[in-house]
């Protein structure tokens, strides 16, 4: 089992900037890849970024490039999300994964989430 839990959500303004943490424990961190995705309301839970288990590659959705950068520290078992030039439309619930998959993180079927940290982006 890996355990995954989300900090650094809160209220921010548009253009401002929030770096998410997404720490884990229960397994070897860098056997794993990880990724994060968001959920508003009634719409399903959607990609933002991955990233690989040595942190050499990532992805971003088109909605997030070059505003959102994800890193991990596999020393501390923790992957980031830096969220610059944020917008309302990027409020949502956000949440971490992390699946022995780079494949199956894009495709949204991870192993593990954690619990969800909210973002609002206040206009």
């Known amino acids: 089992q890996v355990q995954l839990v989300e900090s650094g959500g809160g209220l921010v303004q548009a253009g401002g900037s929030l770096r998410l943490s997404c720490a884990a424990s229960g397994r070897t961190f860098s056997n794993y890849a990880m990724g994060w995705f968001r959920q508003t309301p009634g719409k399903e839970r959607e990609f933002v970024a991955r990233?690989?288990?040595?942190?050499?590659?990532?992805d971003y959705s088109d909605s997030v490039k070059g505003r959102f950068t994800i890193s991990r520290d596999n020393a501390k078992n923790t992957v980031y999300l830096q969220m610059n030039s944020l917008k309302p439309e990027d409020t949502a619930v956000y949440y971490c994964?992390?699946?022995?998959?780079?494949?199956?993180?894009?495709?949204?079927?991870?192993?593990?989430w954690g619990q969800g940290t909210q973002v609002t982006v206040s206009s």
């Open positions: 994964a992390a699946d022995p998959s780079w494949t199956d993180i894009l495709r949204g079927e991870p192993e593990y």
């Open positions: 990233i690989s288990w040595r942190g050499l590659n990532a």
